[in-house]
């Protein structure tokens, strides 16, 4: 009974259309799972425009009639965690069957242009948090000038200039400074316009500020509770105490709480912090969490998390960092030499047994940390959804197929529902939501892009449709298709 209120919300925003009616388009004979009604049968569907519209047993005439006999139809993957967020970054992951990519957890600093720059032209549907790293030196006084500044330039040459990065340089020291007890009222101004303009929540970064203190992080769990928006936060440090922060936070505020690539957050203490997170769901706090397939970060070698000392914080050394650009392994030497002049690293210090024990637990779901477009990107950029279903399900039966599904498309539209209620239409495989289909070989589909290698398309996704609208066909890029739409927050002006 529940499963068929829950089919219903759905079916609330269109109006069913009889079966004798032809489709735009008719996905025949494909293997259909969706993870909130359990259903995984051979069934036809029937899309149009950008809805689903049938889904049956009978035989659906269409415009178009696309054959997808022993390919499984489901929800397109939805990730919440994208840095990625061009449309060369965008192809990677729509050959990897993502059909939503959010950047929710550093954020966006100008969301409103952000948004305006993406509409109409991208590959996927995108959105993002409003970024408490990115903002909170506006907050800070001694930054009034260069914010002003800054504010001018985006004004005359919008959020592509080689001018605004300049601009932008000053406020870097501010990572290592503290706000004020004054300055805090500002902050929660700061976010708020953020959330006016269709952020999806507030993206805590505070491993990469060092200089936040216990009470600024605190306030800004407060302001996303006393909003109703959620936290995404990457924790600030690698250890058990800094996920007890975040938790702690979250459990004396009421703010819902999402914990991201808790892998590289807990590390070899993967089992605690599941153990913890768990309870916490247990006695009714809102906190998820996500992992990454892999047993590799990335990150800018010019962030703090390489600081004085990272070696014991990590329990690593030079050697398990890898140079993006090249693929090298460093020495102390270029360590030294890539710090001074800035770029993003590969670091390998996790072990596979840390993965698998995030991937069996039940409440994890999948995000990829996706990284900006590079060559010799972290292939999680271009592999991670297909790398969980093809290594992790097929080859090493760590989960099942339905399990890998739910983790990658109804879980994220639920975290993200309570601020974007259109969210309901996504993540399932249901009559009246949205046509974001991802259509792939459970025999065959697999990533391909590895650790320095050039990044490469996943296989055995052949199909990918973002809004109605083929963005993946034969298992080639449609060129000249943006049918991505922003997914904004509620509160949005
Ligand atoms: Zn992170």
Avoid at 55 to 78: H, K, Q, R
Avoid at 158 to 178: C, K, T
């Amino acid at each position: 009974m529940f499963k068929h209120i829950l089919v219903s919300l759905c079916l609330l925003s269109t109006t069913r259309v009889v079966a004798q009616e032809r489709y735009d388009l008719v996905l025949e004979g494909g293997r259909v799972m969706d993870p909130e009604t359990g259903l995984d049968a051979v069934r036809n569907v029937g899309i149009r425009g950008d809805r689903i519209v049938e889904i049956s047993s009978e035989t659906l005439s269409a415009v178009e009639v696309l054959n997808v006999a022993g390919l499984v139809v489901a929800p397109g993957f939805i990730d919440l965690h994208a840095h990625g967020q061009t449309n060369a970054a965008n192809e990677y992951q729509a050959h990897d069957g993502v059909t939503t990519a959010l950047e929710l957890e550093s954020g966006v600093v100008f969301l409103k242009e952000w948004i305006d720059s993406r509409r109409g032209n991208a590959i996927l549907n995108f959105g993002a948090t409003v970024s408490h790293g990115g903002t909170r030196f506006m907050d800070m006084k001694k930054y009034a000038a260069t914010v002003a500044h800054i504010r001018s330039i985006i004004a005359e040459h919008g959020l592509d200039s080689p001018e605004l990065d300049e601009a932008m340089r000053p406020a870097f020291a501010s990572r290592y400074e503290s706000l004020e007890p004054d300055e805090l009222d500002g902050m929660a101004e700061t976010l708020s316009s953020g959330i006016r303009e269709g952020a999806l929540g507030v993206g805590v970064t505070v491993g990469y500020y060092p200089g936040a203190t216990r009470q600024e992080i605190f306030r800004a769990y407060a302001f996303a509770a006393k909003i109703g928006v959620p936290v995404y936060t990457h924790v600030r440090d690698p250890d058990i105490p800094a996920i007890q922060e975040a938790i702690a936070n979250a459990a004396a505020t009421g703010a819902s709480l999402h914990i991201v690539h808790l892998n590289s957050m807990a590390l070899g203490k993967v089992d605690v912090a599941l153990e913890m997170i768990a309870a916490a769901q247990k006695q009714g706090l809102d906190i998820t969490t996500e992992l990454y397939p892999y047993t590799a970060g990335s990150t800018g070698i010019e962030s703090t998390l390489f600081d004085e000392g990272w070696q014991e914080v990590w329990d690593m050394d030079y050697g398990d960092l890898q140079w993006e650009a090249t693929g090298e392994r460093l020495t102390k030497e270029t360590f030294e030499k890539y710090r001074a002049e800035g770029g993003t690293l590969i670091i390998h210090m996790m072990k596979d047994d840390w993965i698998d024990a995030g991937m069996r637990a039940p409440f994890t779901l999948i995000a990829s940390d996706g990284m900006p477009y590079a060559p010799l990107a972290h292939p999680r950029s271009a592999g991670t959804f297909s790398r969980v279903l093809g290594r992790y399900v097929r080859e090493r039966k760590v989960l099942s197929l339905m399990d890998a599904l739910r983790k990658m498309t109804l879980m994220p539209a639920e975290r993200l529902d309570p601020v974007a209620p259109g969210m309901r239409l996504k993540g399932r495989v249901q009559i009246g939501c949205d046509a974001d289909l991802t259509i792939f070989d459970p025999a065959t589909v697999i990533d391909t892009a590895d650790f320095g290698k050039e990044l490469s398309f996943a296989n055995g996704i052949p199909y990918v449709i973002v809004n109605g609208t083929f963005v993946v066909r034969d298992g080639k890029t449609v060129k000249d298709a943006f049918p991505g739409r922003p997914v904004l927050g509620k509160y949005r002006n």
